[in-house]
């Protein structure tokens, strides 16, 4: 009889089906359409910015914050005194550094003669500190060093709609960049 019960628990008690674990999810953030304000710093630039960032210069160094999106742009003002060719230097070894944990770098440049704004945009694709890094130059006398950064741990796959959307935000700031 304990043969019977032990056979019978046997067979009915196994089942083909496997548990899979749930996979992780992310936050999803929703975009909204951007709209474009014009901002005029002290310190002889303007641009247009986002109108839902934050704007906070201190010595000609900006910070433009989106609470929406946890990021911030860093801007990052220095004065060419004939050596032009070393802080471009030092920006290229940020560039490597950064570049590491990414598998394809993209690079774009921005010339306006007319005005004097050269620029040279670098997104990165992977887990890297900073998703994207320029700069924009008159080559005379500022060096303008910009990085984005977001308050979190870098995942490229979950904060690719906000590196979109800010990145958006970046090559708008560079178009329309303009020295006094």
């Known amino acids: 009889m304990k043969s019977i019960l032990f056979l019978f628990l046997f067979l009915f008690s196994c089942s083909n089906q496997s548990t899979i674990p749930k996979p992780t999810a992310f936050f999803y953030s929703e975009l909204k359409t951007a709209d474009y304000v014009y901002y005029k710093s ?3 630039y303007s641009f247009f910015v986002n109108s839902k960032n934050e704007i906070d210069s201190k010595n000609c160094n900006i910070k433009i914050k989106n609470n929406f999106l946890n990021s911030t742009v860093y801007l990052s003002s220095l004065n060419i005194q004939d050596n032009f060719n070393l802080i471009h230097s030092d920006f290229s070894k940020k560039i490597n550094e950064n570049s590491k944990n990414t598998f394809v770098v993209n690079v774009s440049e921005y010339n306006d003669e007319k005005n004097r ?3 040279k ?4 694709t992977g887990n890297a ?12 006398s500022v060096y303008l060093i910009g990085s984005l950064y977001f308050d979190s741990k870098p995942n490229y796959d979950s ?6 959307s800010v990145n958006n935000d970046i090559r708008k700031m560079i178009q329309t960049f ?3």
Do not use: E
């Open 129 to 140: 500190p900073s998703n994207t890094q320029f700069y924009i130059t008159d080559s005379i």
């Open 159 to 164: 904060l690719l709609p906000s590196i979109h």
């Open 117 to 119: 704004v050269f620029g």
């Open 42 to 44: 002290n310190c002889g």
């Open 178 to 180: 303009n020295w006094k």
């Open 121 to 124: 945009y670098y997104s990165f």
